[in-house]
């Protein structure tokens, strides 16, 4: 069982930058792989990116590359997305999920799901 809890959203201007946070409980995290989604009103949740469980590879939304990064610190649990120079477009809810070492970027393959946290920019 994998717990994860989303932080560090908030609102921000165009052009601002933001770092969420998603800490994670369990002893095998660093098992997981990671990925962070989005979803705003109306839409399907998104794919953003996603990380191997040992950080060695990571990977991007193809609209998004070079503007959000994602990393891991496995002693801490933690998973990060740096979102720079935000759009008022990135305005949703971003989610982070874990699944079994291998990455996907499909949403329903993710076992578990954090709460969410709310990322809004303004223009």
């Known amino acids: 069982q994998v717990q994860l809890v989303e932080s560090g959203g908030g609102l921000v201007q165009a052009g601002g930058s933001l770092r969420l946070s998603c800490a994670a409980s369990?002893?095998?995290?660093?098992?997981?792989?990671m990925g962070w989604f989005r979803q705003a009103p109306g839409k399907e949740r998104e794919f953003v990116a996603a990380?191997?469980?040992?950080?060695?590879?990571?990977y991007n939304a193809d609209s998004l590359k070079g503007r959000f990064t994602i990393s891991r610190d496995n002693a801490k649990n933690t998973v990060y997305l740096q979102m720079n120079s935000l759009k008022p477009e990135d305005t949703a809810v971003y989610y982070c999920?874990?699944?079994?070492?291998?990455?996907?970027?499909?949403?329903?393959?993710?076992?578990?799901w954090g709460q969410g946290t709310q990322v809004t920019v303004s223009s």
């Open positions: 990380i191997r469980w040992n950080g060695g590879s990571t």
């Open positions: 999920a874990a699944r079994p070492s291998i990455i996907s970027y499909s949403p329903a393959e993710y076992d578990y």
């Open positions: 369990g002893r095998t995290f660093s098992s997981y792989a």
